[in-house]
């Protein structure tokens, strides 16, 4: 006999992380643990200007008082902070900043080039500039002078604040305070690395800008900055994707995404984020706790689409302030969950400005013993004259042990708001496999087809190579989910 | 072409179909007419290999091989297709991207090449035009929002393009009026050749008068109690089930 559907699918299910892999690479140590001390020692480290220390200094001791929070829908043991490395830089980095692609490392280059990352520019088919960060260090931007020729700026945030420190003082903090949460506070404090965009006046950013970020070390946390500026008028499609080697203990990865969106400029962000989730049974994998949020002024728009397969736990909302009138803030957002994974995730739209509108289309995918969570908040304030939301959250069910939840908060305080929401729960059935077999589409493929067209709606924002990948990478996650 | 010998079927340990018996040979029609609850869509389920029907006795040969043994999607490479009664909804994925899937897992089984775009587009535009479908039907999601003689309509068309060597057509006819049931019966008739068979499962003589049977069948309590000739279908048009299934 055929081995049925469950059969199949168990062969499936043992597929392994294949970004997992760890290559030794000296590493320059802060301190273990966290103190006033290993803040200066990165702070000095980093040679970085005087008010970032006091920027540092302030996040840290705003942290100690804060409480880790426990809220999310599901589970993490506390984590102590004392048990990892704040600071961790290839030694080939830390010693002298490459300033050209071709003086980077070769044992750092053969990293990327396994993640099929490509740090030389001949090699960049697509238009894609990128900014690769290691661990807390940023190994190479590619296409800085082609974009510099038109005004924009586009490097590590380390270069950032040697060159442009009045540009990061300016807006540094302005979206996400140094206090917000306990996890923007510990990132805000020992923060190392990350991109910075700024876009000038009426310029349109011609080719993607996209950082790649990679957990190499062992018991470091990664804690990267970003702070992307679109200027009046400015364009930028800006892109992240991420891996970490597979480890038995868990990673802990608190960033900040900080965007701020002039009048008139629009910013797109787009994430595909494959951090190690962790083996079948829940051990190992990265915590993803991040804050990201934009900001936008008067008839900007920020559109967020993130395609979240990995992680043991992804705990974030990437919101939009629609501060400015007719601003427009967009989340679109695929979280697939399988194993033993978690997921808490949405957005938040903060209605300020008048005729501002906003739109979230959320497909949460759950398989194995995983849980999948929508958490999205649509706020009207007073002020928001004509707001309008709209919301759209599908659940979508592969078998019997895992959960979907949708939390929806709606807080409206201007009776000319329109606010709208729609949610769906469906499974993927045996009767919708069985019409794929019988048309002579294999189970597995079936599956691919089926969430590809279920996602459609989200992939269709993302910038066509990422595209490619994200359904690359929905299939891998999914692979042997169904029974 | 199919031999079904003494097919003994349980669903949920109930015996639907109890020792049932056919021969079709290429390039016939056979119609399988019965009352509900006889089996016919029991029938149409095991040939194209449904989980949850379990084979107690008996056994199905296509063109030879055991067809039992293959998965459905093997079945499918082999040249069977079923036009469902109920066509599900794939949200999301053209009726393009179905079919391009459907058809290079097709050519891979036969070890060819995917089709290029430009072949598959042509292959597909000839067969909506068969079946007067407006093409704007090959980019919208399979079935989704479809009236139900469309997705009827959708089902023969995905046989055209296909192209399999039996095709079973599970109540392909109800639900649709009459210029449906038309275009239907004459894209099916247009399919009709030596190499291909069609096993017609169907309540009504309806269809019958569009598609010329070459010989009905009629299933009562899981067993084929009559077969004839076309004429058989008339007969049953004129006396209903229950006259024709009286013991003789």
Known sequence: ?483 | MLTIRNLHVSVEGRPILKGLNLEVRAGQVHAIMGPNGAGKSTLAAVLAGREGYEVTDGEVLFEGQNLLELGPEERSHAGVFLAFQYPVEIPGVSMVQFLRAALNAHRAAQGLDPLDTAELMALLREKAALLKLDPSFLTRSVNEGFSGGERKRAEIFQMAVLNPKLAILDETDSGLDIDALKIVADAVNALRTPQRAFLLITHYYRILQHIQPDVVHILADGRIVRSGGPQLALELEEKGYEALLLPA
């Open chain 1, 1 to 483: 006999m055929q081995p049925t559907q469950d059969e199949i699918l168990t062969q499936h299910l043992n597929r392994e992380y294949e970004w997992g892999f760890e290559v030794p690479v000296e590493e320059e140590l802060a301190p273990k643990g966290l103190s006033e001390e290993v803040i200066e020692f990165i702070w000095a480290k980093k040679k970085e200007p005087p008010f970032m220390l006091d920027f540092r200094m302030r996040a840290y001791r705003a942290w100690k008082e804060m409480r880790e929070p426990h809220w999310l829908n599901g589970h993490y043991d506390p984590i102590d902070y004392q048990d990892a490395y704040y600071y961790a830089a290839p030694k080939a980095l830390a010693e002298k900043r490459p300033r050209s692609l071709e003086e980077v490392d070769p044992e750092i280059r053969r990293i990327f080039d396994r993640l099929g990352i490509p740090l030389h520019e001949q090699e960049i088919l697509a238009g894609v500039a990128v900014d690769a960060v290691l661990d807390s260090v940023s190994v190479a931007t590619t296409y800085k002078e082609r974009l510099a020729k038109m005004g924009i700026l586009f490097c590590s945030m380390s270069e950032a604040l040697e060159n442009y420190p009045d540009l990061v003082k300016k807006y540094l903090g302005t979206v996400v305070p140094y206090n917000d949460n306990f996890f923007a506070a510990l990132n805000s404090a020992v923060f190392s690395d990350g991109s910075f965009v700024y876009v000038p006046k009426g310029v349109r950013c011609p080719i993607e800008l996209s950082t790649y970020f990679r957990i190499n070390a062992r018991k470091t946390g990664q804690f990267e900055r970003t702070l992307i500026i679109a200027d009046e008028g400015a364009y930028v499609s800006y892109l992240e994707g991420c891996t970490a080697p597979k480890r038995s203990e868990h990673q802990l990865h608190a960033a900040v995404v900080e965007l701020v969106a002039l009048p008139g400029s629009y910013i797109k962000y787009s994430t595909v984020q494959n951090w190690y989730p962790g083996d079948r049974e829940g051990r190992g994998g990265v915590f993803n706790f991040v804050t990201k949020r934009g900001i936008a002024y008067d008839n900007a728009k920020i559109s967020w689409t993130q395609v979240e397969t990995g992680s043991a736990i992804t705990w974030k909302y990437p919101s939009v302030i629609l501060k400015g009138d007719n601003s427009t803030g967009e989340f679109y957002s695929v979280a697939v969950t399988n194993h033993r994974q978690q997921a808490d995730t949405g957005t938040k739209m903060i209605h300020i400005g008048k005729n501002t509108r906003s739109r979230i289309v959320s497909k949460g995918i759950s398989a194995g013993h995983s849980q999948n969570t929508y958490r999205g908040l649509v706020q009207v304030l007073p002020s928001a004259e004509n707001a309008r939301n709209f919301s759209q959250c599908d659940s979508l069910l592969i078998g019997q042990s895992c959960g979907a939840h949708t939390f929806p908060y709606v807080e409206v305080k201007n009776p000319t708001a329109i606010v709208e929401h729609e949610a769906t729960t469906s499974k993927i059935g045996e009767d919708i496999l069985f019409y794929c077999n019988q048309r002579g589409i294999p189970t597995q493929e079936a599956v691919e087809l089926i969430i590809n067209g279920y996602c459609q709606e989200v992939l269709a924002h993302l910038p066509l190579e990422f595209a490619v990948e994200a359904r690359k990478l929905l299939a891998i996650s999914l692979e042997g989910s169904v029974g």
